[in-house]
């Protein structure tokens, strides 16, 4: 049975599974590997149309299934290296990415992490990736009790990155921003405990 390809929809999906392919976290860094402006991939993910090009020199560089870049059926990989392309799958996550700009979370594309680079589990899967001021967070939307340290939350509406410390009873403290100040617990929304911290 020949293989069927949709020219005219998906293209996102593939550039997506390329990415994996290449075994990278951005797309800032496939631009970069492919020698074009982030601009014209973002172009490409718009109009979701088939990458030809790219498809054609990602499977002469990594040697990758064409059925699974096409379609995502089947292994990444043929051969010896189908056992590793699928223990590689199952630790990938798909995670949201926002910038943190004036209190607001601007979403922006969605990023393949492997999970084993942060040290957790597979079942962590409400991870988001957040982005202020050249430092990248990972965030722990599972983390389900306030424990001291740094967190994502929402304060009075405004979204900010602040380190927290519980005190007695039924308080925390709160500093960041170049305010530190005490409220109840109540009076915040923790959104997700940070899990690692990048600074570029």
Known sequence: ??????????????????????GFTTKIALCDHLGIASSSLANRYKRDFFPSDIVVRCIAETGVN????????????AGENSENAAIQS???LRVSHSFLVEGKLKKDSDLT?????????????????VTENKIQ???NGDAAELRDGKWLVEIEGAVSIRTL???PVGRVRIQ???TDFECKLDDIKPIGAVV???QS
């Not at 049975?1 to 290449?22: C, H, P, T, W």
């Not at 064409?66 to 990989?77: D, P, R, S, V």
């Open 165 to 167: 410390t519980r005190i």
């Open 66 to 77: 064409l059925k699974w870049l096409a379609t995502g059926e089947g292994n990444a990989f």
């Open 90 to 92: 199952e630790s990938l």
């Open 196 to 198: 690692m911290t990048c």
């Open 176 to 178: 960041g921003e170049g």
């Open 137 to 139: 967070y990972v965030i």
């Open 113 to 129: 992490i492997d999970s084993k680079f942060f040290a957790l589990s597979t079942d962590s899967r409400n991870l988001q990736l």
């Open 1 to 22: 049975m020949s293989l069927q390809i949709n020219f005219e929809s998906g293209g996102g999906k593939v550039l997506d599974r390329i990415l994996i392919a290449y």
